[in-house]
């Protein structure tokens, strides 16, 4: 059973979002739902920096 990427709970015992670079490609990470998901990418910082204009603080 995976553990969740952010926690490190099993997934399969809430109601797991899967994430994978390519759509041919096993998950690379996965997370109990999408509080965890959206944790993890906060605190990755992924929706900034890149493509985005938004950036926190602002
Ligand atoms: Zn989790």
Not at 16 to 33: I, K, L, W
């Amino acid at each position: 059973m995976p553990d969740c990427t952010f926690c490190g709970c099993p997934v399969e015992a809430h109601d797991p979002v899967f994430v994978s670079d390519s759509p041919d490609e096993d998950p690379t990470a996965q997370f109990c739902n999408y509080g965890c998901l959206a944790a993890h990418i906060d605190e990755a910082g992924l929706a900034t920096g890149t493509a985005c204009e938004w950036s926190p603080g602002q």
